[in-house]
T-cell receptor
Framework: GENVEQHPSTLSVQEGDSAVIKCTYS??????FPWYKQELGKGPQLIID?????GEKKDQRIAVTLNKTAKHFSLHITETQPEDSAVYFC????????????FGSGTRLLVRP | GAGVSQTPSNKVTEKGKYVELRCDPI?????LYWYRQSLGQGPEFLIY????????DSGLPNDRFFAVRPEGSVSTLKIQRTERGDSAVYLC??????????????FGNGTRLTVT
């Protein structure tokens, strides 16, 4: 089955700097890769996703890149703000054939003012 | 609009007791999922409903865990003879349909279960 590894487990950046979180997956058949943001005491919230037929997707300060050959995908947050501080999870799934999102172990991002 | 609602938000119970956790999905969402999140970990799949039926319960850890969705909307996760290892946040999610095609999972805020 699918296995997703996520790095780093914690990340501290200065406000305004960029943050990058990386994930690798094991099942080459996986074709949908969402990223979730989880704030303390709340459920995961989808912030961006990418399908395997594209290499990059942007939404304002957030971007995700996918390297299918290497089975890597990354989340990029530019111009970080204190409200970006949260735990971020990557996930992978074989879309349309499965409903079991496989999550990484999470990255705790701290943006220092 | 209203999101996925889970009650209670916190539940403390003694070892050996029975608990029920409730999930109200987003109106119109036919697919419902239960995940469990241990401290410092990502959510892990427990069970998936499409309509009233449990399409896949392979993530349930043992037969002490059971979930129902009798009318295809509200779901209840039931845990018998609770153990301290059951302590975790139980997350419910819903989506418009099967798979992830244009229908991402929307999570509730979870129920934090503590077994003493």
């Amino acid at each position: 089955g699918e296995n997703v590894e996520q790095h780093p487990s914690t990340l501290s950046v200065q406000e305004g700097d960029s943050a990058v979180i990386k994930c690798t997956y094991s099942d080459s058949a996986s074709n949908y890769f969402p990223w979730y943001k989880q704030e303390l005491g709340k459920g995961p919230q989808l912030i961006i996703d990418i399908r395997s037929n594209v290499g990059e997707k942007k939404d304002q300060r957030i971007a995700v890149t996918l390297n299918k050959t290497a089975k890597h995908f990354s989340l990029h947050i530019t111009e970080t703000q204190p409200e970006d501080s949260a735990v971020y999870f990557c996930a992978a799934i074989l879309m349309d054939s499965s409903y079991k999102l496989i999550f990484g172990s999470g990255t705790r991002l701290l943006v220092r003012p | 609009g209203a999101g996925v609602s889970q009650t209670p938000s916190n539940k403390v119970t003694e070892k050996g007791k029975y608990v029920e956790l409730r999930c109200d999905p987003i109106s119109g969402h036919t697919a419902l999922y239960w995940y469990r999140q241990s401290l410092g970990q990502g959510p892990e799949f427990l069970i998936y409903f499409q309509g009233t039926g449990a399409a896949d319960d392979s993530g349930l850890p043992n037969d002490r865990f059971f979930a129902v969705r009798p009318e295809g909307s509200v779901s209840t996760l039931k845990i018998q003879r609770t153990e301290r290892g059951d302590s975790a946040v139980y997350l419910c999610a819903s989506s418009l349909g099967t798979g992830q095609s244009n229908s991402p999972l929307h999570f509730g805020n979870g129920t934090r279960l503590t077994v003493t």
